[in-house]
């Protein structure tokens, strides 16, 4: 059930765009994006219901195929503070709780 | 402060032993949940309580158990530690009830060490 996250690490330099997948083998009713930095908590970043509809904010946006059950997050123009480790949640029934991927560990160098 | 309250932080303790971790949720928050964090494994859901009730159980040990109390405070116990119990302990916290999805807001987590 625990969703497969790819790339497990990506190295960018500041400025440069990254591309992090997450799928499932089950149907999905919601996924979510989370960036947890080391030694810190993890962060809720978005939600992403069935309908395939893309949301986001400023540089980060993410997307969500209901039919291939395939998340994608989208970081644009990659700033410093995005590094961390981004993992995704998939959620298959609605109020119960997520399965967290392995995570997808973001580097941005300066 | 995400408003998620976990005690202790850190714990150190010996195998056999017994611990009891505690989580406040973030007001208004009904659903309550657990999580281990190991470095190969990502974040492995445990349980799930929502206003008092068990609502889901992962990959929990029958060693651990949980309860959600009535001012909505939930305590994770582990018994007979093992070494292989050493990780870091997260509570979450959601609005989630019958129906919707809402972002989780996690605890600072409890670091466990068992010797």
């Known amino acids: 059930q625990q969703p497969v996250q790819s790339p497990q690490a990506v190295i960018l330099r500041e400025g440069e765009d990254a591309v992090i997948n997450c799928s499932s083998s089950k149907a999905l009713y919601s996924v979510h994006w989370y960036r947890q930095k080391h030694g810190e908590a993890p962060v809720f970043l978005m939600i992403l219901l069935k309908g395939g509809e893309q949301k986001g904010h400023e540089k980060i946006s993410a997307s969500f195929n209901e039919k291939k059950q395939q998340s994608s997050l989208y970081l644009t123009a990659s700033q410093l503070s995005y590094s961390g480790t981004y993992f995704c949640g998939t959620e298959t029934n609605s109020g119960y709780a997520l399965n967290f991927g392995k995570g997808t560990s973001l580097l941005v160098t300066p | 402060d995400s408003g998620v309250t976990q005690t202790p932080k850190h714990l150190i303790t010996a195998t056999g032993q017994r611990v009891t971790l505690r989580c406040s949720p973030r007001?208004?928050?009904?659903?309550v949940y657990w999580y281990q964090q190991s470095l190969d494994q990502g974040l492995q859901f445990l349980i799930q309580y929502y206003n008092g009730e068990e609502r889901a159980k992962g990959n929990i040990l029958e060693r651990f158990s949980a309860q959600q109390f009535p001012d909505l405070h939930s305590e994770l116990n582990l018994s007979s530690l093992e070494l292989g119990d050493s990780a870091l302990y997260f509570c979450?916290?959601?609005?989630?009830?019958?129906?919707?999805?809402?972002?989780?807001?996690f605890g600072s987590g409890t670091r466990l060490t068992v010797v």
């Open positions: 979450a916290s959601s609005e989630r009830g019958q129906g919707g999805s809402y972002g989780y807001t």
């Open positions: 007001s208004g928050d009904l659903s």
